[in-house]
């Protein structure tokens, strides 16, 4: 079983930056992938950028640019630095886990990202 912290997120103005981060603790296996997804109201959930434990990254095209994620293996945390935040970025973020020896995913509780213009 594995656990998601989320930290960070909050409230924005267009243009401006938030970091996110997510600490997995629990029984932690390699390989894995963490990463961010989100979900404004009515929409559906998407991705928005993921990392392995390999350090290889994919990124949605809406933020490529903008958001950089990153991970620290040694405190099983990824974090998500996301710049020149617009109002489209408003929307709930989730922390993922998936675990790649059975492909197993695991949720975070999501946090609110609010981007005023």
Same mark, same amino acid.
């Given at each position: 079983q594995v656990e998601l912290s989320e930290s960070g997120g909050g409230l924005a103005q267009a243009g401006g930056s938030l970091r996110l981060s997510c600490r997995a603790s629990g029984n932690i296996f390699s390989p894995?992938?963490? &990463?961010?997804? $989100?979900?404004?109201? &009515?929409?559906? $959930?998407?991705?928005?950028?993921?990392i392995s434990s390999g350090s290889s990254t994919n990124y949605a095209d809406s933020v490529k640019g903008r958001f950089t994620i990153s991970r620290d293996n040694a405190k099983n945390t990824v974090y998500l630095q996301m710049n020149s935040l617009k109002p489209e970025d408003t929307s709930v973020y989730y922390c993922k886990f998936t675990e790649l020896r059975g492909w197993t995913d695991y949720w975070g509780q999501g946090t609110q990202v609010t981007v005023s213009s």
């Amino acid at each position: 079983q594995v656990e998601l912290s989320e930290s960070g997120g909050g409230l924005a103005q267009a243009g401006g930056s938030l970091r996110l981060s997510c600490r997995a603790s629990g029984n932690i296996f390699s390989p894995n992938i963490m &990463g961010w997804y $989100r979900q404004a109201p &009515g929409d559906e $959930r998407e991705l928005v950028a993921i990392i392995s434990s390999g350090s290889s990254t994919n990124y949605a095209d809406s933020v490529k640019g903008r958001f950089t994620i990153s991970r620290d293996n040694a405190k099983n945390t990824v974090y998500l630095q996301m710049n020149s935040l617009k109002p489209e970025d408003t929307s709930v973020y989730y922390c993922k886990f998936t675990e790649l020896r059975g492909w197993t995913d695991y949720w975070g509780q999501g946090t609110q990202v609010t981007v005023s213009s």
